[in-house]
């Protein structure tokens, strides 16, 4: 009796997670796409940013006027679902359907001013310009998130998924970079930041160049890799695991490098570098700085 109960529950767990993986089982067979490829205007309005949570392609733009331009086979068209809910358009499945396409389901935005883009699927995000007073950039998912160009006064770019984020150049007064996925952000070119902040807590990746920058704070809680090139005035590094920061090739003239953790951290250092250790990981630096340092663990200070 109590082998056939045990047998019951596993059962019951691996339909559970098979229904929570894929909506085709809750919500019936995939519809596969027929027909041919055509293009359908909706007319919506009034939106300041744009949410892919499926597998579509979207492309975004900023011009004048709203416009909203989804691009598939015939038969798909009724159940890709776009609304605006608050300021977002969501751009997703009716009642999360999956299907199956010869070609790309292709959703066309544009809109006056864009300041929040979000990724929760596999699909595809591509914006040239996000130009707003705040500018935000999520992936949850999968997918590929590309940006030309962000000009914002407060920039926030974060990856709690698998998948990418690039953005080419940033133009912003304050921006934060939060990592807490296995995925991969390319900062790209940040313009004259004053303050940079970075926060990785995860296996993913951080890519970075800084020009003109003023303080760069970073914080690496997991066991992937932050990497920075370009110059600013103040930085200041805490690695409290087995992950490694490799700012070796951004030029700063005082930096403030602590290491908790068994992971390492490259600077670049001028004038000054002020370095503590309490676990075994170590401090490498590049240049010829004054080195005051602070050592309890089994870690070292160290020139590159």
Not at 235 to 249: C, Q
Request: proline share 3%.
């Amino acid at each position: 009796m109590m082998k056939k109960v045990i047998r019951i529950i596993m059962v019951a767990g691996v339909l559970a997670i098979m229904f929570a993986v894929s909506g085709c089982f809750y919500y019936g067979p995939c519809v596969s796409g027929s027909g041919p490829v055509i293009s359908e205007v909706r007319g919506i309005v009034n939106f300041s940013g744009v949410s892919n949570t499926g597998s579509f392609d979207v492309y975004v733009i900023e011009t004048d006027t709203f416009g909203v331009k989804v691009v598939a086979q015939e038969n798909l068209l009724p159940i890709i679902e776009t609304y605006v809910s608050g300021s977002m358009l969501i751009v997703e499945t009716k009642n999360s359907a999956c299907y199956k396409s010869s070609s790309p389901v292709e959703v066309y935005v544009s809109l006056p001013e864009l300041n929040h883009l979000s990724l929760s699927g596999s699909g595809k995000v591509k914006a040239d310009v996000a130009a707003s007073p705040e500018v935000e950039i999520s992936n949850s998912g999968s997918g590929m998130m590309e940006i030309d160009t962000v000009y914002a006064e407060s920039y926030m770019v974060s990856n709690s998924g698998s998948g990418y984020i690039s953005v080419d150049g940033t133009y912003t007064d304050e921006a934060d970079m939060v990592q807490s996925g296995s995925g991969t952000i390319v900062g790209g070119f940040f313009f004259g930041t004053a303050d940079l902040g970075i926060r990785h807590s995860s296996s993913g990746q951080i890519h970075a160049t800084v020009l003109d920058g003023t303080v760069v704070d970073v914080i690496l809680s997991g066991s992937g890799r932050v990497e920075l090139a370009g110059d600013a005035v103040l930085a200041e590094y805490t690695l409290n695991s087995t992950g490694r920061v490799d700012a070796l090739n951004l030029e700063v003239p005082d930096v403030d490098a602590t290491n908790t953790g068994s992971g390492h951290i490259f600077v670049w250092a001028i004038d000054f570098l002020d370095a503590t250790i309490t676990g075994s990981g170590d401090i490498i630096y590049r240049g010829s700085p004054t080195v005051s340092s602070t050592i309890t663990g089994s870690g070292s200070v160290r020139p590159y």
